[in-house]
């Protein structure tokens, strides 16, 4: 490949996260304000497609479409179907319109924690389980052991019942403990903030070290599920073949600016607009810049 290609195509993924991820910060912007005055000023570049994250009845994603002109669409996202039913009625009732919404699995986008302590246990324990469960069990649980002092003096029989709405509960108790003795022991009570010594823990492998040492900003990580695997295949960010590939190959690849986001946008992006069976490509705002569009629509 020539020197004049790289440049061509690293331009091309620049220009990719680049525009993903303004389109984030635009969305992110206008609503951290909580001010639908804030939406309507915004100066929306022509032709925008904006995803709404959290629209509830949708006033807002309206709003947005109705700023955007020839070519814009907003799209709506919420968890709560009636929400969502609601907002698609009243939408259609206004006529053509370039505003549609769909439901979001009822998953929040990360695990609750207060301290490094209690993000290193919720993290472990959402290996293979949905975010929103292990929030549902740490609610409680933290009330009760948020120290590694305290949580091994729960026990193992003692932490089981907090936790066993979570998949594969036993073995993730199990390490738990063994993790909480591990910090008292040769750290003071302390977690480690070193990815060695984190992943050495029980029950703590490079994904969860990653997402940790990324959560805290010790160190940029961009922890491949599958979400982020699928994403960053269709996209052509990555031909990786395993989670470690894709990682190394995203690594490279993301701008310096964006590294500590990128995991948890492209998950988003992989959860409610890329998502497996049927990817909302109609709505997605980097559909233009994908490859792999042609695959999950019928050209015109
Ligand atoms: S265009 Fe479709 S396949 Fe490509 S990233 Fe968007 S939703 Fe996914």
């Not at 635009?26 to 005055?37: F, I, P, Q």
């Not at 959290?54 to 955007?68: H, M």
């Not at 246990?121 to 740490?138: E, G, I, P, Y």
């Amino acid at each position: 490949m020539s020197d004049a290609n790289d440049i061509v195509i690293e331009a091309w993924n620049t220009v990719l996260f680049d525009k993903f991820f303004r389109f984030r910060h635009l969305v992110v912007d206008g609503l951290s304000a909580h001010s639908n005055e804030a939406l309507a000023r915004h100066p929306y570049p022509q032709g925008s497609r904006v995803l709404d994250i959290g629209c509830g009845f949708g006033d807002s994603t309206r709003l947005i479409a109705s700023r955007l002109g020839p070519g814009g669409a907003a799209v709506g996202v919420d968890c709560a179907a009636n929400f969502i039913e609601l907002a698609s009625r009243e939408a259609k009732e206004l006529g053509p319109a370039n505003a549609s919404f769909f439901v979001a699995d009822a998953q929040s986008d990360e695990v609750d924690y207060e301290s490094p302590f209690t993000l290193v246990v919720a993290v472990a324990l959402s290996a293979q389980a949905t975010d929103v469960s292990v929030n549902k069990a740490t609610a409680k649980l933290f009330d009760v052991a948020d120290t590694p002092q305290k949580m091994l003096a729960l026990g193992e029989a003692g932490l089981k019942p907090f936790i066993s709405s979570i998949g594969l509960y036993n073995t993730k108790a199990k390490n738990v403990i063994a993790l909480s003795r591990i910090l008292i022991e040769q750290y003071g009570g302390e977690v480690p903030l070193d990815r060695l010594k984190l992943q050495a823990l029980p029950g703590v492998g490079r994904k969860t070290a990653s997402v940790v040492l990324n959560e805290l900003r010790i160190e940029p990580a961009i922890a491949v599920d599958t979400h982020v695997f699928r994403v960053s295949h269709r996209l052509g960010l990555a031909d990786g073949k395993t989670p470690d590939q894709v990682e190394a190959q995203l690594m490279a690849l993301v701008p310096e600016l964006y590294l500590t986001r990128a995991h948890h946008w492209l998950i988003l992006h992989g959860r409610y607009v890329c998502t497996a069976r049927r990817p909302q490509c109609e709505a997605c705002p980097v559909a233009d810049l994908c490859p792999s569009r042609h695959l999950f629509v019928s050209p015109r």
